[in-house]
């Protein structure tokens, strides 16, 4: 889920979680769960010890500050029952914290003496506290409410996906957070409304996503109230336990959370009226300051929003080129425009069924998996499940998204796909979505990284949006490299996914720079793609409330690319892509600019 300033993000808690409709990647900041006063000092380098200890060190203080971020990572101790605390004290501590270990590495340590993989994590840790404190000055321009990332939905989905029952000690935590949500939605509630009187608040049409999404979840009968009891009723013990426990939920559910989700939908209700009808953060404070910072800590790049606005128009114009090569090989007699319009409206590019469309990504991803030896040497010990979105929150959700498997083993890797409206859900991208998200995707890098047991934990459970995302479409091409898209609709629907990805360029610099309304981006997406409305409407709410974010998925892939290339050209015959992903991978998340100085070291050295 991004070192992205929005609250909600903030809440979830974890380092480690892929969001995304669409597939958006996101590494997620932990908080803290304490309050600042009481805020661990930051870690100072003990005499003799080495980077590895220091940076150990650092993440039992963040771990500390974080209940959430110790369940992402399958821990569960005394915290078990606690939520990160969303104050904004605990945020400028935690920032401060950070800023502070920062500098005692640069004092403490000379990277020109340390080993390769030791100045590597020296780099690595720098530039994210450096794209920290960029950012930290907009941490109240993130919307805390909204249809992506809003804490709304945010919440019950931490305890639904992430909070494991065992034991009725597990349970008793479970209900202890229920109980906990009110404090925390209060605290939330409150933020939310001192934002929006400084004009820092989602556009008007966001709002109905939320009272949607809180309707969703009143009353005694809810997906909350379902999963505990599901949960209690796997665990060994006695049933009058059982129901002990669960009559507890729905006691917690009643008192706490129930009338704070009710203060919530008043609050959101009042702010609904009062609302803007400009989409971009341009009409925020300091608005184009805010893009700018955005654009660069999801690129790692100094692109700006102009260059990347005209990157997607070239990119657009190159892909429409291979597309009809395509449309001239499946026989279709009529314009670009026309067969997008065919594939967006004829029922045989859509399935009837949930169960269809499910069974038909579980051997796509069976026939992938017995193909990555061929271009892998490193490969995730970890499973992958793929799992519907919640019914709960399927409505306000994008369109797909990855959940990385905790490093204990206790949690699968996850890809969600929303199969809300089958008619948003093309077969022809089903493929292609598929492997952006499952393998050679999303989860096997972000398996792997998890697995880099040798590695800090801060380059085991962070990232760069630019690295994970450019690596889930790089992905996508890859499959064809290794004899996937046989069909020649798959192939198109594999171009159609960079297609999007290339119009992400255009319609966020659009939107967040020259202003775009959301009708302007949505006709530019139905002119320029064969995707269905309501998946391009989807999209482009998407891209409003989580600026920025979408522009990283091409940079990153076409930087990949362009390495692969230079790398083939430079070492002919001895090229190897299973070595070649070996240095991309292993090094875990990084800056464009550092995969490029490591990708070029290692065809030197591969030259000798």
């Known amino acids: 889920m991004v070192s992205h300033l929005r609250l909600a993000a903030r809440l979830s808690g974890s380092l480690f979680v892929l969001a995304l409709a669409g597939c958006a990647s996101a590494t997620i900041d932990p ?23 220091f940076f150990e060190k650092y993440d039992a203080a963040q771990l ?37 270990a920062a500098a005692a590495m640069r004092a403490s340590f000379d990277p020109a003496r340390l080993s390769p993989d030791d100045a590597l994590s020296f780099d690595l840790f720098n530039a994210q506290a450096e794209r920290a404190d960029r950012l930290f000055a907009f941490r109240d321009h993130g919307y805390i409410f909204d249809q992506m990332n809003g804490a709304q939905s945010q919440l019950p989905a931490f305890l639904i996906n992430i909070h494991r029952v065992s034991n009725v000690a597990e349970a008793e935590a479970y209900i202890e957070r229920i109980r906990g949500l009110g404090s925390v939605l209060d605290t939330l509630i409150a933020q939310s409304a001192e934002r929006a009187a400084k004009g820092l608040q989602p556009p008007k049409w966001v709002y109905a996503y939320v009272i949607s999404d ?32 669960i009559a507890a939920a729905k006691a917690a559910w009643a008192e706490s959370a129930d009338p704070a989700y009710g203060r919530l939908l008043a609050e959101m209700k009042r702010q609904q009226a009062g609302a803007p009808t400009q989409d971009g953060v341009w009409r925020m404070p300091d608005g184009a300051a805010y893009y700018a910072a955005l654009l ?10 102009a260059e990347i606005h ?129 393998i050679p995707g999303h989860h096997l890098q972000r398996a ?14 962070g990232g760069f949006t630019a690295y994970t995302e450019g690596w889930g479409l790089y992905s996508e091409e890859l499959a064809k490299d290794m004899g996937f898209y046989t069909d ?24 967040h720079d020259k202003r775009w309304s959301r009708e302007q981006a949505i006709q530019y997406l139905k002119d320029n793609t064969p995707n269905p409305d309501g998946d391009i409407e989807k999209a482009i709410e998407r891209y409003i409330v989580y600026p920025g974010q979408a522009t990283a998925y091409l940079i990153g ?52």
């Open 310 to 438: 005209a990157l997607g128009l070239s990119e657009v114009a190159r892909i429409h080129g291979e597309m009809k090569t395509i449309m001239a090989k499946v026989g279709f007699k009529g314009t670009l425009h026309q067969f997008f319009d065919h594939m967006r409206t004829s029922p045989q590019y859509y399935y009837t069924t949930r169960e269809a469309y499910l069974a038909e990504v579980d051997a796509h991803v069976k026939a992938m998996e017995a193909r990555l030896p061929a271009f892998f040497n490193t490969l995730p010990k970890a499973p992958l499940q793929v799992k519907a979105v919640e019914a709960f929150r399927e409505k306000s959700a994008g369109k797909a998204f990855y959940q990385s498997p905790s490093p204990d083993g206790s949690r699968p890797g996850t890809y969600y796909v929303n199969l809300y409206d089958l008619k948003d859900m093309s077969k022809t991208e089903l493929e292609a979505l598929a492997y952006h998200e499952g």
């Open 31 to 53: 908080v803290p769960a304490t309050s600042a006063a009481a805020a661990p000092v930051p870690p100072e380098p003990p005499a003799g010890a080495g980077l590895a200890e």
């Open 488 to 511: 020649p609709y798959s192939d198109f629907g594999r171009l159609g996914m960079e297609l999007w990805r290339a119009c992400r360029l255009v319609v966020d610099t659009g939107i």
């Open 448 to 461: 792997v990284q998890t697995e880099l047991t040798g590695l800090p934990p801060f380059r085991r459970f």
């Open 214 to 245: 809180i309707g969703n979840l009143r009353g005694p009968n809810n997906a909350l109230i379902e999963d505990i009891s599901a949960k209690v009723g796997k665990i060994d013990a006695a049933p009058a336990e059982k129901a002990r426990l």
């Open 557 to 608: 892939k076409l930087k990949i690319m362009e390495l692969r290339g230079r790398a083939q050209a430079a070492l002919g015959p001895r090229f190897d892509i299973r070595a070649f992903h070996d240095v991309i991978l292993e090094s875990g998340p990084v800056p464009l600019d550092i995969m490029e100085r490591r990708v070029d070291a290692w065809i030197a050295t591969q030259k000798g």
């Open 64 to 100: 500390s500050l974080s209940p959430q971020g110790k369940a992402y990572r399958g821990i569960r101790d005394g915290d078990y029952g606690r939520w990160n605390d969303p104050s904004d004290e605990t945020e400028v501590a935690t920032h401060k914290l950070q800023q502070a």
């Open 296 to 305: 660069a800590n999801y690129t790692t790049t100094d692109m700006t929003a």
